[in-house]
């Protein structure tokens, strides 16, 4: 706010003709605060219980705030927290205007908020405007018969039952087309059964979200963060999941009608974006969203035109060729969200780095290399800490996705082995096991039983621990929140990717006015010979890394290198 304000004055003293006026304009408005703001996502039901049920919940949240200010975020994603059957962990919605009494109440919601707001932690809401849960009383209505108001607030197809519309097939397994008796149509799901996806050709649709978008911006909440959005506006009769050609004109509907009548800031998932598709998310005239959360640089690991099960080692070079691609291509005109991990994925320090002898390097290395770059990070739950996937027996995974997995692929003659090894690799219950606090039982997180095992190696790695240490991964995410608060050339440097082609380098730099701003991590596990580029040899300054003692000449395994050159 304060760069603002003083931009503004040079503004007024500088007017010159209209089209500097009008640069100046675009200049302020990608200055706005949050692209020097850390968000930290917290996956409520694992983070902290406070009653007993093994569940975590609000009021849990609401007692580690101070741990959260200590690290020094801005913002709080919450994934759901609405009333909900729990088919999806809560992405499947059925009351909006609701908490689900798993998670407390609306008066929790309400004090979660102010505590935050006095710590200067914004929460930010996860929005599921693509689909509700089955159990939703628009549904409840909609599939009592064809001519119920509610009806064509989901999307219908006439049928025969037995012979779906077409061979569309839903993201959890299955068809994505549920025949419904009463009315003798299909319903169109994207995801699970029980996630029916709502039509937003129907203004009223339309309307009722943005109503309670409204109301929730009336209570305080600071952001929205868009599950899916880009599957909004999709037209089954042509198979048009994402990217429908509606997209756009509703997201600035809903913008227009919502968003920018508050100070919100709003980030979309779009796994299906291009650079072209994503300056449009995040426009700096505001008209979509403030960023874009988009995964091109996620599904490096897999088999090409296969899915994210079918395992391939991580082709590195296209790693670094993707994000330079992004860095570049949103440069002035649009923003990323930087993130490793998600509720989605994997955890990054046992997926692409280490998670035995160099797990704390390499976790201080994900850390330094995504920091550094240009975007707003994100830092999910026990990231912090290192933490590291988990191998479970199938019974105790609760991922619908990952239950759905088993079964398709023991159908389709996978051996369990093999399919174990893919939930292993990247079942989505890795990110959601329990937050580990300290060594007590549960790992602090609650006194009852977990609703998912805790990570067995809780006692080792554990915030407590992390707190102690100076040296540890929590305090260096720390020192790089700091950074980009005290060093303007992290929002605005330009991004420029060095050794492109280095199999085991990522080295990049970051420009801006007389300053340059470099980052040299060794990706891998074996020493590699390193020397700065003659250029870049003055006057440098390490602002962090993840050894004491650099050697000249060498990156170290999984060493991780910040200077800032004047
Ligand atoms: C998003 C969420 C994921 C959820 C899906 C359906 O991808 O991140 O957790 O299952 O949308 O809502
Ligand atoms: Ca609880």
């Not at 391939?312 to 005109?333: G, S």
């Not at 440098?540 to 004047?566: F, G, R, T, W």
Request: proline share 5%.
């Amino acid at each position: 706010m304060k760069e603002f304000h003083s931009f503004n004055r040079r503004f007024v003293l500088r007017t010159k003709s209209p089209d500097f006026e009008r640069s100046m304009v675009i200049k302020m408005k990608k200055d706005r605060w949050w692209k020097n703001a850390v968000i930290y996502q917290i996956y409520p039901r694992s983070f902290q219980d406070s009653n007993g049920d093994g569940i975590g919940d609000i009021p849990g949240i609401i007692s580690r705030l101070d741990y959260l200010q200590e690290l020094g975020i801005n913002a709080i994603w919450l994934s759901p927290v609405y009333r909900s059957p729990q088919d999806d962990n809560g992405y499947d919605i059925s009351d909006y205007q609701d908490i689900d009494p798993m998670f407390g109440t609306i008066n929790d919601m309400e004090e979660l908020i102010t505590e935050a707001k006095k710590r200067e932690i914004r929460i930010i809401m996860d929005l599921v405007l693509n689909h509700t849960s089955d159990e939703h009383a628009w549904f409840l209505e909609a599939k009592r018969s064809r001519t119920n108001p509610y009806h064509d607030y989901y999307v219908w197809r006439d049928g025969v039952e037995g012979t779906p519309p077409n061979d569309m097939r839903a993201s959890f397994g299955g068809s994505a087309w549920e025949w419904v008796p009463e009315v003798e149509q299909y319903y169109f799901h994207q995801f699970s059964i029980k996630q029916p996806d709502l039509n937003w050709e129907n203004p009223k649709v339309r309307r009722e979200l943005y109503d309670m978008i409204l109301w929730w911006m009336d209570k305080g909440v600071g952001g929205f963060r868009l599950d899916v959005i880009d599957q909004i506006a999709k037209e089954p009769d042509k198979k048009i999941t994402n990217n429908g050609p509606k997209l756009h004109e509703y997201i600035r509907e809903m913008s227009k009608e919502t968003f920018q009548k508050g100070d919100i800031i709003t980030v979309g998932e779009a796994w299906g974006a291009n650079p072209e598709r994503a300056k449009l998310y995040s426009n700096p005239d505001n008209s979509e969203f403030s960023m874009v959360f988009q995964f091109e640089h996620i599904g490096l690991d897999q088999q090409e035109g296969k899915d994210k099960w079918d395992l391939a080692p991580l082709d590195f070079v296209k790693l670094k060729t993707i994000l330079a691609k992004w860095q570049k291509e949103m440069f002035q005109v649009g923003w990323n969200s930087l993130f490793w991990n998600n509720h989605d994925l994997p955890r990054i320090v046992s997926r692409w780095g280490n998670d035995k002898e160099y797990r704390v390097e390499a976790a201080k290395m994900f850390a330094i290399l995504l920091h550094g770059m240009q975007g707003t990070p994100y830092i999910y739950q026990g990231e912090e800490l290192g933490m590291t996937n988990v191998r479970y027996a199938l019974e105790e995974y609760r991922d619908i996705e990952t239950l759905n997995l088993y079964k398709e692929r023991i159908e389709m003659g996978y051996t369990p082995e093999e399919i174990m090894r893919s939930i292993y690799a990247k079942g989505r219950d890795n990110a959601r096991t329990p937050m580990h606090w300290d060594d007590s039982e549960h790992a602090g997180f609650t006194q009852g039983t977990p609703w998912i095992k805790v990570n067995p190696n809780y006692k080792r790695i554990n915030a407590k621990n992390e707190l102690a240490d100076e040296n540890s991964i929590f305090h260096i995410y720390q020192k790089l929140i700091q950074l980009r608060k005290t060093h303007e050339i992290f929002v605005k440097g330009e991004f420029e990717l060095l050794f492109a082609d280095h199999p085991e380098l990522f080295v990049y730099t970051r420009t801006w006015e007389n300053q340059v701003l470099l980052v040299a991590a060794n990706f891998y596990g074996r020493k590699v010979p390193f020397s700065m580029p003659q250029e870049y040899n003055r006057n440098k300054k390490c602002l962090i890394s993840n050894y004491d003692n650099h050697e000249e000449h060498y990156l170290q395994p999984y060493e991780a290198v910040m200077y800032l050159l004047e």
